[in-house]
Every structure is written in C-alpha cells, then in structure tokens.
C-alpha cells in the first residue's frame, strides 16, 4: 500500500488563520499563497502496475513452476527408462512391467518394474512408481513377483531404517527412507516426492549399497519428472 504524506491539521488551521490576520492588515500588501490549499493536485507520476497485477503475475508463474516440476506415473517402463536408471545395478536384461490401480486405495495407482535375469530365486531389482499412497506405510502395496516369501512383513524380520535427506532430494523436494532387512534377503529405499508420488527400489537376494539405490531412484524420478 503505497503512503501520501499529508498536512496535519493544527498547523493547517494555523496557516489559515494568519493569512486571515496578514489580509485585514491596513496598508498590508502580504499575498498569500493557497495554491497548498487549493485541494489541486499535482500531475502524478505515470501510471505503474499495481500490486494487484504484480501478484497475479508472480502467482502464475509460481503455478508455471510448480507444474513444470511436477511427476507423473509413465505410460510405460520404457518410457522412465528404467533400464538406463539401473544402470549396472540391474541383474539382467528382462524387464517385466505390471500396472494398474492398487487394490483397497481409492485414487491409488502405481507402475512397477521388475529387472531381472529370469532365472528361479536369482536376484531382482525392482523399480516402483506409485501415486496416491505411501507404500512405506503399505508394505503390501509393493508387490515383487516370486519374492512373496522374502517381502512377506508379517513374517519377524529384523530391519534397519533410516529416514533422511540429501542435497539431491531436496532439489527434487522430496525425503529418503530406507529399509534393510538383517538377514539381507531384501533392501528398499523410498523416495517421497511432493503431491503424495513415490519412487521405490528394491533389491532382494543381493547386497547393494545404499547409494547406488539412491542413484536409481533419483533418476528414475528425473524420468518421470514434467
């Protein structure tokens, strides 16, 4: 809000009064000037945007940004080329993909990726993208095909986990946590990422250090980010 400075309004009076006493002076040529009286105002400086119009155009492109940085579930596995973010990580060049909405989660749907060598019992690194729920909080909801027994959380199985956050997620406004079971049947890193959208990795029947999960699910949400 832009402030006019003003004349208060005793020494307004007082200046009225003493033109009246100087005018009825006899002999008295005093002239007075009311043109500070006269309410004209001075020509204004030119017209500027106002506040208003400054705001709207910060928030649209406040809104601009926020789209633009924005994740989306991918049409496909190919599509967030998870290939390419499991890099070496990954055990084999088959990749199976199922998705579709998640069972009992109104407004839930997830796309999962699973690499692999195909062979029976040998090691899996599955790459999950999930909206609408936290699948930390659901352990069901990650599925891993022919590793019901190693992700079965019923089962009393010692884990370690850590919440925490680095200078890569946070550009990316999001948090990690990680999950590792003590017997190293099965590790998963979550990626929470603003508006309710998660990236998950999971490895079982390997050991896999932590970073080179982050590594994966860091750029697997690049992929899919708008």
């Known amino acids: ?37 006269s309410g004209e105002e001075s020509p204004g400086p030119s017209e500027s945007p106002s506040p208003e119009d400054g705001e709207n155009s910060e928030g649209e492109d406040g809104q601009d940004q926020e789209q633009a940085s924005g994740y989306a579930l991918p049409q496909s596995c190919e599509a967030a080329d998870v290939a390419g973010a499991a890099g070496d990580l990954a055990p084999g060049t088959e990749l199976r993909e199922e998705s579709g909405e998640i069972e009992d989660i109104d407004g839930a749907e997830q796309v999962s990726c699973i690499l692999s060598s195909g062979e029976a019992g040998a090691a899996t690194l599955t790459v999950v993208f999930t909206e609408g729920t936290d699948p930390s909080a659901n352990p069901e909801v990650i599925q891993v095909p ?80 708008s």
């Open 146 to 225: 022919g590793a019901e027994e190693e992700m079965n959380w019923d089962v009393d199985i010692d884990v370690d986990v850590d919440t925490y956050h680095t200078e890569d997620t946070d550009d990316l406004g999001g948090d990690l946590e990680y999950v590792g079971a003590v017997d190293g049947s099965s590790t998963q890193l979550y990626l929470e990422l603003p508006e309710e959208f998660y990236v998950t990795a999971v490895v079982t029947n390997a050991d896999v250090e932590r970073e080179e999960l982050e590594r994966v699910v860091l750029r697997a949400a690049e992929n899919v980010r």
């Open 1 to 37: 809000m832009r402030l006019i400075p003003s004349l208060p309004l005793a020494p307004l009076g007082a200046a009225v009064a003493a033109a009246v006493l100087l005018s009825g002076c006899e002999g008295g040529d005093f002239e007075f000037d009311t043109d500070f009286l």
